[in-house]
């Protein structure tokens, strides 16, 4: 690592509990590796990106989009003389918490959990990897780095203060942590956390592109309406004279985010250039993200983001999904939290005081967040259909 910017994470303030060092991996390859064999992450194969678990065709998953992210963080972190441990550490723990149907889940779960301290894969994840993923008898979580968890939490930056953006992600998990552990949760992230974050949005872009296009629900010739989509087109179409549909979309995929990642790449450097940091407390107090698309890239993701809303996310195939999806894990939850003894006895441990409805509410959030599509459908079978069994 002797080789990164000066600016890039070098070393780690800190685990919550102190461990010896590994002898052949960095603290932040030692993270990775914690989240991939942890129960988790595995999980997130049959857990939701935008098309629900059981309706095949090889759509995307939590865990193939988590890689992907991971892909892409790692290859401009690599660029930008950046820590890409760290960065793959943080862009495999992103949606570690992500609970099942994806955000019409985590709709549901942020409705039922109002009144209950909030709900956030965000904030989840941060708990996920600090209390409910538990392998080792020395203390509880995964005992990650600051840094990562740090990453986890700003995820989409400041979480207090006038540069917060997202206020629903401030629950009250993240609040009694950040008391006890301080994530420094007025500040920027660090540029690690800053490009998973961005390599992210690259990720979801091209591939609901790829799963809505092959789910059927628009044609090549709709994607030519969106501008950068139609100058890719065209030179598919220039380069190779009889280029089969099928294999267009796989171009445009493949060019689009090469365009992505060379606009975040030369942007970046411009803006830390501009932003003249020298460490990573200047990155942390920097007044905005340093990691940024160009102008013109995001009036191109603004009129792509526009395509995918009025053809993917709000088709009537889509919704209808959702809004069952929905309906399943605020139905759940309203019937566990009626009576905890529903609970499976595992998390029925997980309440010290049986007559604290708070508590019991979150142990139940806690218990629909972990569940997979296929287990959440089959607990919403079982709880609410009279003749299959329990």
């Given amino acids: 690592m002797t080789d990164l910017a000066p600016y890039a994470v070098k070393e780690t303030i800190g685990r ?8 052949n991996r960095s603290p932040f390859q030692r993270d990775r590796d914690r989240m991939i064999h942890s129960s988790s992450f595995r999980r997130l194969d049959g857990k939701t990106q935008v098309f ?15 890689l992907e992210v991971s892909q892409i963080a790692r290859t401009m972190s690599r660029t930008l003389k950046l820590n890409e441990d760290l960065v793959e550490a943080i862009a495999l723990a992103h949606d570690i918490g992500h609970p099942p149907f994806g955000h019409a889940g985590e709709r549901g779960l942020r409705n039922a959990m109002a009144n209950f301290g909030g709900f956030s894969h965000n904030s989840n994840s941060l708990k996920v990897t600090t209390k409910l993923e538990t392998h080792y008898p020395r203390f509880i979580g995964l005992n ?21 953006k997202h206020s629903d992600e ?8 950040d008391k006890k552990y301080n994530l420094r949760l007025k500040t920027q992230p660090s540029l690690e956390a800053q490009l998973a974050a961005i390599s992210d949005d690259v990720a979801y872009c091209n591939h609901d592109l790829d799963d809505g296009y092959r789910a059927g629900l628009f044609t090549i010739e709709d994607l030519k309406s969106v501008p950068i989509l139609d100058k890719i ?44 940091v020298k460490t990573v407390d200047d990155v942390r107090n920097y007044g905005k993200l340093i990691i940024t698309f160009s102008g013109d890239m995001q009036k191109e993701i603004k009129s792509l983001r526009k395509f995918l809303k009025a053809n993917l996310y709000n088709h009537y195939q889509v919704v209808r999904a959702d809004i069952k999806a929905q309906k399943m894990v605020e139905d759940i939850f309203k019937l566990l939290i009626s009576d905890y003894r529903l609970l499976p006895t595992f998390w029925q441990s997980k309440i010290d005081n049986k007559k604290d409805i708070n508590e019991i509410a979150i142990t139940v959030g806690d218990y629909i967040a972990s569940l ?13 259909n009279p003749i299959v069994s329990l």
């Fill in 372 to 384: 997979t599509d296929k287990m959440a459908i089959e607990e919403h079978r079982k709880l609410f």
């Fill in 52 to 66: 629900v678990y059981h309706e095949g065709k090889n759509y995307r998953t939590r865990l193939t989009h988590s």
């Fill in 16 to 23: 919550q509990f102190e461990e010896n060092p590994a002898h």
């Fill in 144 to 164: 990650l780095t600051f840094e990562t968890l740090e990453g986890i939490a700003k995820h989409n930056g400041p979480l207090k203060g006038r540069l917060m």
């Fill in 170 to 177: 401030l629950t009250d998990y993240i609040k009694a942590f």
């Fill in 233 to 276: 087109i065209r030179s598919l179409h220039a380069r190779y004279e009889n280029i089969d549909e099928h294999m267009i979309i796989y171009g445009i995929v493949r060019q689009l985010i090469r365009l992505m990642v060379d606009d975040i790449v030369t942007t970046a450097t411009t803006n830390i250039e501009k932003s003249k």
